[in-house]
């Protein structure tokens, strides 16, 4: 007796993903971008400013260290905030990319795009991670550094397929870990300094005070150097540097704008200042550190499609 054939299992949902598209973007005021129908799901982390988008007519509010995971096949449309425009990572992730199939690193954003409704290219369900999933998402985190690094790769001219794949497969697995995490998880600092850690992260460029600081959360300004010092291993001067020289490294590799104006952007208005603290704890001079990671003509967008260009008089 011949046994009947057993249907095909379903895809795991970490079979075959494989990044396609990745990069950093500096939002400019009044600038907004949609796309019509976006096959991926796209990474999107908001690591400056603050903005909105609308994802298939819902809208949504994004601030410092909200990850965005957004589903294949959006309408998507940005609009950053006028006053503190958001600058943002993002990763287009294909979930299956049938193995064999010549990989393309490009992810279609409208109907009439090459590759799109390919059959070497679908979407499969992630556990937990259907439709929009908002999650917060801090630097130092695991998957904040494999973001990171995804978008340096890409950015790079070396990159291939099998590295696609291989950086596919741990962003996923990572994405699923972190999905079956508590919401609330327990804190690793005391929530004093988380709140000032944050309040650094979204006002960095304002140059935060230690007085400041020990106003917003009702205490001296000794009990804010050590909750930085005990916890954080620095000065709470010293984070702010840090934060603002590490946003100085990312503009400099994926913006044009001038070293003077970079300085003035994350804080530092005095471009004499800004390049010498910047020598001092890098090790070399913005120009140089530019030269040597490379330079981009322009900077990385999310698309060029349905591209608005800021209103006259705004």
Known sequence: MKRRPRDPEPPRPD?????????LFQ????????????????LFWCKGGSGRFEVDGVSYTL??????????????????????PMF???????????????????????????????????DVEWPGMAGVVRLRLA????????????????MDSHRDEAEARALGLLLVRELLRKARRPANPVEPFPEEL????????????????????????????????????RHLGMSAKHYVIERQLREARELLLSTTLTVAEIGRRVGLPDAYHFSKLFHR????????????NGTFASPSQPSQHAAQPPKPGT
């Not at 939002?27 to 796209?42: D, Y």
């Not at 090459?114 to 679908?122: A, K, L, T, V, Y």
Request: with cysteine; charged share 20%; net charge positive.
């Open 27 to 42: 939002f400019a005021p009044q600038q907004s971008f949609s796309n019509g129908c976006v096959q991926s799901r796209g």
């Open 15 to 23: 079979e075959a993903p494989a990044v396609c598209r990745s990069g």
């Open 194 to 229: 988380q709140r000032l850690v944050t309040h650094v992260d979204g006002g960095f460029h304002l140059g935060p005070r230690i007085h400041e600081m020990a106003a917003m959360v009702g205490r001296s300004r000794s009990h804010v150097l050590k909750l930085f010092r």
């Open 139 to 154: 630097p130092e985190d695991l998957l904040g550094r494999l973001i990171s690094y995804t978008v340096r790769w890409y």
């Open 63 to 84: 601030g410092v260290n909200d990850l965005f995971v957004l589903p294949w096949g959006r309408r998507i449309t940005y609009a950053p905030s006028p006053g503190a």
């Open 281 to 292: 704890r890098i090790g070399t001079s913005p120009r140089d550190f530019r030269l040597r």
């Open 88 to 122: 943002t990572a993002h990763v287009h992730l294909v979930p299956w990319y049938r193995p064999g199939a010549p990989w393309v690193a490009n992810v279609p954003h409208e109907r009439t795009e090459p590759e799109f409704g390919s059959p070497d290219r679908r």
